[in-house]
C-alpha cells in the first residue's frame, strides 16, 4: 500500500499495552504532570507541559486480555493510588489462608510451613480484569485507544519513533474488503512498550539492536486456568492453595495454584515450565488431570464453569531482562521479564517498572532528550527500586529447576537462604524449546500425551479443548490472513512429523494446530487461528521456531470479562 495513504497521528508518550505495566505508567505519567506544573506555577519557576498521552491496546476493550484470577502485591498500587481500598477498587478480597500441598496421584501432603515466599498475608485476591478496567477509568486526560493493535514499530536510524497499527478489512488472500482501513502510524517522542510476555514489537527490536546480548535467554511458563462457580458458602473466601507434584513428573517444572475469589467463584490453574523435555506432553490436558485429583474434584462439585484462558508467563527474571530501553522507548513489564517467579507474581513489578518509566519519560520530555544514553537511567532505576531488588533475590529460581523437581527444591531452599545466589550464580538456563527430547522410534503424527488418568472429557468436569475455548470467549474475523505464521510448513509434515510428533497439536491449549490427512497420503498442518487464546506458547515451544504469532486485526481474540 502507498504510503501516502496511511493516516498518521502525532502525540507526546505512546503507551502501548493496555495491562497493569501500560496503565500505571500512563496515570502516573498524567500525576507528575499535574504536580510539575502546579509546583510551576507556585513557584513561578519552569514551564508547564500538556503532553499529549496516548495508549493502545489490541483487546476489544481495555481488560479484554488481562486473563488472571491474581493474588496481588498491592505494593505498587498503594503508591500509584493510595487510596485504592476506599476508591473501590473491585478487589476480591485479602487473602485469609494460604497452604502449599505437594501431590501424588491420589493423596495430598499439606507443606506444615508455607515457604515466606508464597506467604500472601496482605495481599489480595483479585481479578485482574476488574481491576484494569478500574485503572482505566481512573486514566483521565490519556486517550485509551483499545481495538488498535500495534503491529510493527516505526524506526529511523536507531531511533524508534513510534508504531504503526495493523490494517483492518483484509481477507484471508491479502485482499482488501469493503471495510478496508488502513492502520495508522502513531508518531511519538517517546513510546512505551508494555505488550505483556513475547511482544511483538519487543521481540522485533530485541533481534534488530541485540538488546539480550550479555542477558540469559529467556525462559518461560505457560498458565492455563479455569474460573467455576461454585454452591454458594461451598468456598471459604480469600483461601490461596499452591500445589506441586501431580499431574506433572518429577522432571517438569510447574505447579497449581487455586484460589477462592469473591461471590463464590474458584480460580484454578495449572502452571508448566516451557522447558519440558516430552514433545507429547499435552499441556491442556495435564490441567485437566489436576481437577481429577481427589484433593481437588470435590471443590467442584455441582459448580459451573464461567471462563477459560492460557498465558506465557515470562520466568527468566533479572537476568533474562532485555536492554530496556533504547532511544525513544522504554520497555517494561512482562515484555521486559520483571516477573517474581518464585511468588509467581508480575502484576506488582509491572506497574512498579510502568511508573518508573513515567518518571523517566517525564524527565526526558523537560530535558528535550529522548536518547538511549539519557533513557538509560530507568534500567539502572528499576533494577535499584524495590521491585528490582525482589527481582534480584529470586534471580536464579527457575533455572534451579532444570534438573527437575527435587534438585529445584534444594536451589530453591538455598537460594533463599543466600539473597538468591545460591549454589551457583548465575545459574546457566537455555531457551526451553532446546529442551525438548527427540522420540525413538518414529512418530505417525498422531495425537499423543494424553496421559493416563483422564481419556474421556464429560463436558461437565473434565472439558476439551474446544468447550474451553468457548469459554474464552475468543473470536476472531474468520476472513482475514492468518496470524500465526509458520515459515516451511514442510518440515512440520516431515521433519517434526518423524522428530517430535508435531508437539504444536500438544502444547497449544487451544486446539489451532491440527495434523490432518492429506490428499495423495501423509498429513498437513491445518492451522485453526480463530481458536488462538493469544498465549504464544507456539512461537515459545516450536522445535525448529519457525512459528511466528502476530497480532490479529485489532479487537480479536480472547474475552477475559469473567476472569
Ligand atoms: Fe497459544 Fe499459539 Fe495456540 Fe494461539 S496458536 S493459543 S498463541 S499456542
Request: proline share 7%; with cysteine; aromatic share 6%.
Given at each position: 500500500?502507498?504510503?501516502?495513504?496511511?493516516?498518521?497521528?502525532?502525540?507526546?508518550?505512546?503507551?502501548?499495552?493496555?495491562?497493569?505495566?501500560?496503565?500505571?505508567?500512563?496515570?502516573?505519567?498524567?500525576?507528575?504532570?499535574?504536580?510539575?506544573?502546579?509546583?510551576?506555577?507556585?513557584?513561578?519557576?519552569?514551564?508547564?507541559?500538556?503532553?499529549?498521552?496516548?495508549?493502545?491496546?489490541?483487546?476489544?476493550?481495555?481488560?479484554?486480555?488481562?486473563?488472571?484470577?491474581?493474588?496481588?502485591?498491592?505494593?505498587?498500587?498503594?503508591?500509584?493510588?493510595?487510596?485504592?481500598?476506599?476508591?473501590?477498587?473491585?478487589?476480591?478480597?485479602?487473602?485469609?489462608?494460604?497452604?502449599?500441598?505437594?501431590?501424588?496421584?491420589?493423596?495430598?501432603?499439606?507443606?506444615?510451613?508455607?515457604?515466606?515466599?508464597?506467604?500472601?498475608?496482605?495481599?489480595?485476591?483479585?481479578?485482574?480484569?476488574?481491576?484494569?478496567?478500574?485503572?482505566?477509568?481512573?486514566?483521565?486526560?490519556?486517550?485509551?485507544?483499545?481495538?488498535?493493535?500495534?503491529?510493527?514499530?516505526?524506526?529511523?536510524?536507531?531511533?524508534?519513533?513510534?508504531?504503526?497499527?495493523?490494517?483492518?478489512?483484509?481477507?484471508?488472500?491479502?485482499?482488501?474488503?469493503t471495510n478496508f482501513e488502513p492502520g495508522i502510524d502513531i508518531r511519538a517522542k517517546?513510546?512505551?512498550?508494555?505488550?505483556?510476555?513475547?511482544?511483538?514489537?519487543?521481540?522485533?527490536?530485541?533481534?534488530?539492536?541485540?538488546?539480550?546480548?550479555?542477558?540469559?535467554?529467556?525462559?518461560?511458563?505457560?498458565?492455563?486456568?479455569?474460573?467455576?462457580?461454585?454452591?454458594?458458602?461451598?468456598?471459604?473466601?480469600?483461601?490461596?492453595?499452591?500445589?506441586?507434584?501431580?499431574?506433572?513428573?518429577?522432571?517438569?517444572?510447574?505447579?497449581?495454584?487455586?484460589?477462592?475469589?469473591?461471590?463464590?467463584?474458584?480460580?484454578?490453574?495449572?502452571?508448566?515450565?516451557?522447558?519440558?523435555?516430552?514433545?507429547?506432553?499435552?499441556?491442556?490436558?495435564?490441567?485437566?488431570?489436576?481437577?481429577?485429583?481427589?484433593?481437588?474434584?470435590?471443590?467442584?462439585?455441582?459448580?459451573?464453569?464461567?471462563?477459560?484462558?492460557?498465558?506465557?508467563?515470562?520466568?527468566?527474571?533479572?537476568?533474562?531482562?532485555?536492554?530496556?530501553?533504547?532511544?525513544?522507548?522504554?520497555?517494561?513489564?512482562?515484555?521486559?521479564?520483571?516477573?517474581?517467579?518464585?511468588?509467581?507474581?508480575?502484576?506488582?513489578?509491572?506497574?512498579?517498572?510502568?511508573?518508573?518509566?513515567?518518571?523517566v519519560v517525564l524527565e526526558a520530555l523537560l530535558a528535550g532528550d529522548t536518547s538511549?544514553?539519557?533513557?538509560?537511567?530507568?534500567?539502572?532505576?528499576?533494577?535499584?527500586?524495590?521491585?528490582?531488588?525482589?527481582?534480584?533475590r529470586v534471580r536464579n529460581f527457575h533455572a534451579g529447576f532444570s534438573g527437575g523437581?527435587?534438585?529445584?527444591?534444594?536451589?530453591?531452599?538455598?537460594?533463599?537462604?543466600?539473597?538468591?545466589?545460591?549454589?551457583?550464580?548465575?545459574?546457566?538456563?537455555?531457551?526451553?524449546?532446546?529442551?525438548?527430547?527427540?522420540?525413538?522410534?518414529?512418530?505417525?503424527?498422531?495425537?499423543?500425551?494424553?496421559?493416563?488418568?483422564?481419556?474421556?472429557?464429560?463436558?461437565?468436569?473434565?472439558?476439551?479443548?474446544?468447550?474451553?475455548?468457548?469459554?474464552?470467549?475468543?473470536?476472531?474475523?474468520?476472513?482475514?490472513?492468518?496470524?500465526?505464521?509458520?515459515?516451511?510448513?514442510?518440515?512440520?509434515?516431515?521433519?517434526?512429523?518423524?522428530?517430535?510428533?508435531?508437539?504444536?497439536?500438544?502444547?497449544?491449549?487451544?486446539?489451532?494446530?491440527?495434523?490432518?490427512?492429506?490428499?495423495?497420503?501423509?498429513?498437513?498442518?491445518?492451522?485453526?487461528?480463530?481458536?488462538?487464546?493469544?498465549?504464544?506458547?507456539?512461537?515459545?515451544?516450536?522445535?525448529?521456531?519457525?512459528?511466528?504469532?502476530?497480532?490479529?486485526?485489532?479487537?480479536?481474540?480472547?474475552?477475559?470479562?469473567?476472569?
Open positions: 500500500m502507498a504510503e501516502e495513504a496511511r493516516d498518521s497521528l502525532e502525540v507526546d508518550v505512546l503507551f502501548v499495552g493496555g495491562g497493569p505495566a501500560g496503565l500505571a505508567g500512563a496515570i502516573r505519567l498524567r500525576q507528575l504532570i499535574r504536580a510539575h506544573n502546579e509546583r510551576a506555577r507556585r513557584e513561578g519557576s519552569g514551564r508547564a507541559l500538556e503532553p499529549s498521552i496516548a495508549l493502545l491496546d489490541k483487546g476489544r476493550e481495555i481488560g479484554s486480555h488481562a486473563i488472571s484470577g491474581a493474588v496481588l502485591d498491592p505494593r505498587a498500587l498503594r503508591e500509584l493510588c493510595p487510596g485504592f481500598e476506599v476508591e473501590g477498587c473491585p478487589l476480591e478480597g485479602p487473602v485469609t489462608d494460604d497452604a502449599v500441598w505437594f501431590l501424588t496421584g491420589k493423596r495430598k501432603f499439606p507443606l506444615p510451613i508455607v515457604p515466606p515466599p508464597l506467604r500472601n498475608h496482605g495481599n489480595y485476591v483479585a481479578s485482574l480484569g476488574k481491576v484494569v478496567r478500574w485503572l482505566a477509568a481512573k486514566a483521565e486526560g490519556i486517550d485509551l485507544f483499545p481495538g488498535f493493535a500495534a503491529v510493527e514499530p516505526l524506526i529511523e536510524g536507531e531511533r524508534v519513533v513510534g508504531v504503526r497499527t495493523g490494517d483492518r478489512g483484509i481477507d484471508r488472500q491479502g485482499r482488501r474488503k517517546v513510546t512505551v512498550l508494555a505488550e505483556g510476555p513475547l511482544g511483538t514489537l519487543t521481540k522485533v527490536l530485541v533481534d534488530r539492536f541485540r538488546l539480550d546480548a550479555g542477558r540469559q535467554p529467556q525462559v518461560y511458563s505457560i498458565g492455563i486456568k479455569e474460573v467455576w462457580e461454585c454452591p454458594k458458602g461451598s468456598l471459604p473466601p480469600g483461601r490461596v492453595i499452591h500445589t506441586m507434584g501431580f499431574p506433572l513428573d518429577a522432571l517438569t517444572f510447574g505447579g497449581a495454584f487455586i484460589y477462592s475469589m469473591g461471590e463464590d467463584l474458584l480460580d484454578i490453574g495449572l502452571v508448566i515450565g516451557l522447558d519440558y523435555r516430552d514433545p507429547r506432553l499435552d499441556l491442556h490436558h495435564q490441567f485437566q488431570r489436576l481437577k481429577t485429583h481427589p484433593a481437588i474434584r470435590p471443590m467442584l462439585r455441582g459448580a459451573r464453569i464461567l471462563g477459560y484462558g492460557a498465558k506465557a508467563i515470562p520466568e527468566g527474571g533479572y537476568y533474562s531482562m532485555p536492554r530496556p530501553y533504547l532511544s525513544g522507548c522504554l520497555i517494561a513489564g512482562d515484555s521486559a521479564s520483571m516477573l517474581n517467579a518464585m511468588r509467581l507474581k508480575g502484576i506488582h513489578t509491572s506497574m512498579k517498572a510502568g511508573m518508573i518509566a513515567a518518571e538511549a544514553e539519557f533513557l538509560a537511567r530507568y534500567e539502572e532505576r528499576f533494577r535499584a527500586s524495590w521491585a528490582g531488588r525482589e527481582l534480584w523437581l527435587l534438585p529445584g527444591l534444594l536451589h530453591a531452599g538455598v537460594q533463599m537462604a543466600t539473597g538468591g545466589r545460591g549454589l551457583r550464580d548465575p545459574l546457566p538456563v537455555e531457551p526451553g524449546h532446546l529442551k525438548l527430547r527427540p522420540l525413538t522410534g518414529g512418530n505417525d503424527g498422531a495425537a499423543a500425551g494424553t496421559g493416563d488418568v483422564v481419556r474421556r472429557y464429560d463436558d461437565s468436569l473434565l472439558l476439551d479443548k474446544l468447550t474451553d475455548v468457548y469459554h474464552s470467549g475468543t473470536k476472531h474475523d474468520e476472513d482475514q490472513p492468518a496470524h500465526l505464521l509458520v515459515r516451511d510448513t514442510t518440515i512440520c509434515e516431515n521433519r517434526c512429523t518423524a522428530e517430535y510428533g508435531n508437539p504444536c497439536q500438544h502444547f497449544c491449549p487451544a486446539a489451532v494446530y491440527e495434523m490432518v490427512p492429506k490428499e495423495g497420503g501423509g498429513r498437513r498442518l491445518q492451522i485453526n487461528a480463530s481458536n488462538c487464546v493469544h498465549c504464544k506458547t507456539c512461537d515459545i515451544m516450536d522445535p525448529y521456531q519457525i512459528i511466528t504469532w502476530v497480532p490479529p486485526e485489532g479487537g480479536g481474540g480472547p474475552e477475559y470479562v469473567k476472569l
